[in-house]
């Protein structure tokens, strides 16, 4: 597990209590500001999931541990993925801090002995989506957007809040067009171009 191998993170006793444990892994290694993200995110996900008729607690769970592996520097995560002879597309190779949601997803299964396969898969899926995606898949996928991590309202909110009021699937098509059609798509990782076509077909067919 990456975790013990790298000197710098510090690893707290854990409780046993999931929201408890990642506030406290998360404060141990200096990541305060990613700690008011994921619990602003756990609770957009609560909230869709009461809305869309998902498991709440999945949805909650699924928010706290997206960004969890913030505590690792991306340039390890890349050495570690080619160590572990990942698959890694261009868009990773590009921008080392993709591989995050991979990472996230490991951690939770790992270290915090994770099994719930819609957990899983909405984390390791958060930033970039992935072909015919589930309800919690998304559902994170959006609450992430929609609780940003920068300051202000991000500039796609009330299209994607708007577009709600149809779909998981549109609001997810319509965040990620707006991306695209306004340059903000850094590199376009393999998942995320399996995902928007697979929802444009979906939705225009």
């Not at 801090?97 to 994770?114: D, K, N, P, T, W």
Request: glycine share 6%.
């Amino acid at each position: 597990m990456i975790l013990q191998k790298l000197e710098y993170i510090i690893l707290p006793p854990k409780t046993g209590d999931l929201a408890t444990d990642v506030a406290n892994l998360l404060r141990h290694n200096g990541r305060e500001d990613t700690l008011t993200h994921v619990i602003d995110v756990a609770r957009v996900n609560g909230e869709l999931a009461d809305r869309f008729g998902l498991v709440r607690d999945t949805c909650i769970a699924a928010g706290l541990l997206h960004d969890i592996s913030a505590i690792i520097q991306p340039d390890d995560m890349m050495r570690y993925a080619i160590a572990g002879g990942f698959e890694i597309c261009e868009a990773e190779h590009r921008f080392p801090f993709l591989l995050h949601q991979r990472f996230a997803r490991m951690i939770a299964s790992g270290y915090f002995e994770v099994e719930d396969r819609d957990i899983l898969s909405a984390v390791a899926c958060h930033t970039s989506l992935r072909a015919s995606p589930t309800p919690c898949d998304m559902a994170l996928f959006i609450a992430d957007k929609l609780a940003w991590d920068q300051e202000g309202t991000p500039p796609y909110y009330d299209a994607v809040w708007s577009a709600l009021d149809e779909s998981l699937e549109r609001a997810s098509y319509v965040f990620m067009t707006f991306v695209m059609d306004n340059g903000m798509l850094l590199y376009p990782h393999k998942d995320w171009t399996l995902a928007y076509e697979y929802l444009k077909g979906k939705l225009e067919s």
